[in-house]
Nanobody
Framework: HVRLEESGGGLGQAGGSLRLSCAAS????????MAWFRQAPGTEREWVAS????????DYVDSVKGRFTISRDNTRNTANLQMDNLKSEDTAVYYC?????????????????WGQGTQVSVSS
């Protein structure tokens, strides 16, 4: 049974930083792609960033480029999202997602595995 568990959410200040982690368990081989999505109240789930596990190639939504960094730790089987220069519009529930394919996708439907989400709130 595959499980993804997010941690590190909370309250941040505009211009500040937060770091999210996603720990994967119940699987003995790596995913193809891990990603972070977010969802603010009344909006659709939005893709934020992806990383290809084998090559560490990354991609980001334009609104976070230069501010967020996705990374992965092979030894700990975790994916991280470093969020710097936070803005109030970053406030959302952040979800870790994973899929077997290494092909990037911004569609939530492409991901087989999901965490429960962690709240990030940014005060201005």
């Amino acid at each position: 049974h595959v499980r993804l568990e997010e941690s590190g959410g909370g309250l941040g200040q505009a211009g500040g930083s937060l770091r999210l982690s996603c720990a994967a368990s119940g699987r003995t081989f790596n995913f193809g792609t891990m990603a972070w999505f977010r969802q603010a109240p009344g909006t659709e789930r939005e893709w934020v960033a992806s990383i290809r596990w084998s090559t560490a190639i990354r991609d980001y939504v334009d609104s976070v480029k230069g501010r967020f960094t996705i990374s992965r730790d092979n030894t700990r089987n975790t994916a991280n999202l470093q969020m710097d220069n936070l803005k109030s519009e970053d406030t959302a529930v952040y979800y870790c997602a994973a899929k077997d394919s290494g092909i990037f996708s911004s569609s939530p439907d492409a991901y087989e595995y999901w965490g429960q989400g962690t709240q990030v709130s940014v005060s201005s």
